[in-house]
């Protein structure tokens, strides 16, 4: 599996980014794909996620201002992104996984595939 993020740049505060990741070499028909960022000096956090039947979950810190979204014939996961402010700088992780057959939801998962991140600066 192979998972890479694009999109990421500098913004001043108020501005707008999409991230985008395509993913290869996954075929589970059954899936979570989630957003991750992590800035310098503090833990990692999930705010956004995504199952195969596009049901999604966001943080409590994005909710309102980003949208996560796929395209499943062009193998693309998307995070759009507005309103940002300077505590939304970080890399920017995509990553996914597989669900079980008796599986539901995206809800405290953990993930087996990652990308290399891409950096989201705002400025203010």
């Known amino acids: 599996v192979h998972l890479v993020e694009s999109g990421g740049g500098s913004v001043q505060s108020g501005g707008s980014l999409r991230l985008s990741c395509a993913a290869s070499?996954?075929?589970?028909?059954?899936?979570?794909m989630a957003w991750f960022r992590q800035a310098p000096g503090k833990e990692r956090e999930e705010v956004a996620n995504?199952?195969?039947?596009?049901?999604?979950n966001y943080s409590d810190s994005v909710k309102g201002r980003f949208t996560i979204s796929q395209d499943n014939a062009k193998k693309m996961l998307y995070l759009e992104m507005i309103t940002l402010k300077p505590e939304d700088t970080a890399m920017y992780y995509c990553?996914?996984?597989?669900?079980?057959?008796?599986?539901?939801?995206?809800?405290?998962?953990?993930?087996?595939?990652w990308g290399q991140g891409t950096q989201v600066t705002v400025s203010s």
């Open positions: 070499g996954f075929a589970h028909s059954k899936y979570c």
């Open positions: 995504i199952d195969n039947d596009d049901h999604t």
């Open positions: 990553a996914s996984r597989g669900l079980g057959y008796e599986e539901y939801g995206c809800m405290e998962r953990s993930y087996n595939y």
